[in-house]
């Protein structure tokens, strides 16, 4: 009964009876925590002999607290540090609802799991997976491996049927029917997509993409302030800091240095620039920021695109956009570059020539992907808080709608030929496969739980989508919408680039790697 008590008062944000259930875990091992909360934030501190493991810690913390589910926490910050030492780490993790979760928004995702960067010694190793997974799971049921580290999944229940049906014995045939020849036997396999690398590092990527020149930008948003560049040996090139003097580039009104928080990335067509939006800003006159459930009436900040040059790695240009800067998007003719506003429901077009925002488009609820046809005339622009999906007349802006096309439509790839239009379905876990320029959706497949981003390879045969809940990456035949395979990855894939000339898939994952697949 105490504990069920104890239980009760932590799902309901009582830090005491939270810091109680930690110490339960925790104790064997001398760590104590202690918790206070201030306003929305809940500081969590542990206190050892030796210093706690950060990664093990925080993806055990995020995940208890994200069981718990206590509406009036939004932000954990957790401090490690060792007794009688100025050594100590700290990191702040956004605690999402379930019901955030289950409606699939699209701000800051948490991401629990970093990747290791330091070595872990067996016995904390086991005591952090198991303890705290023992103590805290106990009492919450929260506790979820990797399915990096998990051996094997359980099936779904189509490929239990599948399973069955290979079990099944085959008819028995004379020994002369089943004779082939050694060419014969030989049957060609499929490619099948193989984990070549992983990247990992001080990295958390909302999304990766390819320059086209063998380059791959990442974007570590508020969480790393940096953007990191590597190479086709998945080495790393450049680490580019988010960092900026906003009055170098005509904006008087702010003075000093300002972070901003890069999410994703577009390359001109030459390969020389990459645009690259930033979430929100941090500093002195940015006391408005977005989220996951703003309102274009809330007068969020508006946020800023920058330019960066590819060959010095510099940012040459900064340019004021609307709220909340998500999808870039830059025109085959290099004379515009176009951004979805998340917060001010808008599309910002932008002249390259002139640096400048030129127009603003109101769309609705939280505009995301954005791609552009090879002409240059038409843009298509997914409307997540929707079924729609925008068409923007590039010549004189106007509007016109192709809808219904499925629930909470987040990221757009039109294949080659510019006759089928391809939108990841969010809220259905489907990918929908439209014919252009009717906008008639000719089929749909279930790829998994909240598909995010996707790419096409460059002959428009294959698409590669991320399943942001599942933490699976799924190829998918587009002729046929056949899933052709399924591949486990870390936690919180995100985002997802294609290189054709190495034939490599690159996947962001949101929990602090990027791993990269041949296929």
Known sequence: MIEQNLLSLAQRGNPEAIASLLNQALSKKNITATTCLEGKCLQVTLISDQLPPQDLCIYVISEGMRRLDIPSIQFIRVIGQQRHSQLAWSQIIEQRSKEAEEQKGDGVEIHPFKQLKTKISLPWLTFILATLAAALGAAIGFYRPSPIATEAKKPTRAQSQIAIVAQKPKPKVSPKKVQKSPQARTRPRRNRMRLKAIIAGNISPKSVVHSGQGLFFAQNMMYRHTITVYNRQHKLVKTIPDRVNLSKYGYAQFKGTFRGAPVETSFSHDGKYAWVSNYQ?????????????????????????????????????VIKVGAVPKFVAATPDRRLILVSNWCSWDLSIVDTQKNQEIERIKLGRYPRGIVVDANSKYAYVAVMGSANIARVNLENYSVKWLRNIGRSPRHLNLDPAGKYLYASLNGEGRIAKISLPTGEVIDKVLTGNAPRSM???????????????????????????????KVNVASNPIGITYDPQTRQVWVACYSGSIMVFQD
């Open 281 to 317: 800003m941090y500093g002195r006159g940015f006391n408005n920021p977005g989220s996951d459930r703003c309102s274009a009436s809330q007068a969020s900040d508006r946020s800023f695109l920058y330019r960066i040059n590819t060959k010095t790695f510099q940012i040459e240009n």
């Open 455 to 485: 790419v096409l390879s460059n002959d428009g045969q294959l698409l590669y989508v991320v399943n942001y809940n599942d933490n699976t990456v799924s190829k998918v035949r587009t002729s046929d919408l056949k899933v052709l395979q």
